[in-house]
């Protein structure tokens, strides 16, 4: 029993420690832009603030690109396939279809609850990509669907699923593994759209290690946090809609939602 403890002690205390490097590395990324903008005189720290709001998509994608490339380092130093220890397993393309419409309907219906609500907390991202537009005609746009379509995605599946599930395996069941993995996927989401957006994002994440549990493959529960995170450029698309509007389409959508998982669940799947 003590040790079994102790696992659980060790497993969690590593899932902390792989959370801590990604924000250092984020951290690190700022720091460094900070330096560069005072470099260039913007010796004021208004506008070295302003211009690192300015950057903040490049700043999320160059973070991503460096958590992965080190995650990769980390494991390759010690002489793991990460191929294998995070499932990166072909599936069937079939076998994609149902949890990404899942994870799709889901995050619609999220969106039409929140539609019109403030996200102070997302706001950076949204500066950032009218900064870049303003600097070239669709780049703004391009970094974003970069950002919320490839990487984040890719970084927090390897952190979550891949590492964390795997992690939290060797001292926990399955489920615990799933449902810890979640809360803190939705903690993390805190800083990009506060409490509602990390509790949407901690059911999110429970669909997505469902996904990677049930088909044993790491890919698929990137491609459904892929259409997960669709309804952000979706929504860009309407610009109004009255409130019996919205919560009867939420509601249409997590009814869907509620079909297309109860379906998934009763087909086989490759499990682990």
Known sequence: MWKRGKTKVKSIIICAGWVLFNLIIQLAIQLGMSVFAVHQGMDEDFIVMQWIMNNMLLMTLISNILFIAAAVLFHKIRKVNVFEEWKMKKIPVKSYVLPCAAAFLFSMAFSFFTFQTSMENALPIQT????????IPFLGLFL????????????????????????????????????????????????????????????????????????????????????????DFIFKLFPWMNHILKYALAGVF???FAGCMLLWLRKDETTE
Not at 128 to 135: L, R
């Open 144 to 231: 974003m669907i970069i950002n919320l379509l490839v990487m984040a995605p890719a970084a927090e599946e390897v952190l979550c699923r891949g590492i964390m599930v795997t992690q939290l395996r060797k001292g926990f069941s399955l489920t615990a593994a799933v449902v810890i993995s979640s809360v803190i996927f939705g903690l993390i989401h805190i800083p990009a759209g506060g409490f509602s957006l990390a509790a949407a994002a901690a059911v999110i994440g429970i669909i997505l290690g469902t996904v990677y549990v049930r088909t044993g493959s790491l890919y698929a529960a990137f491609a459904a946090h892929l259409a997960a995170n669709l309804p």
């Open 128 to 135: 950032s990509a009218e900064y870049y537009n303003e600097k």
């Open 254 to 256: 997590s009814l869907l």
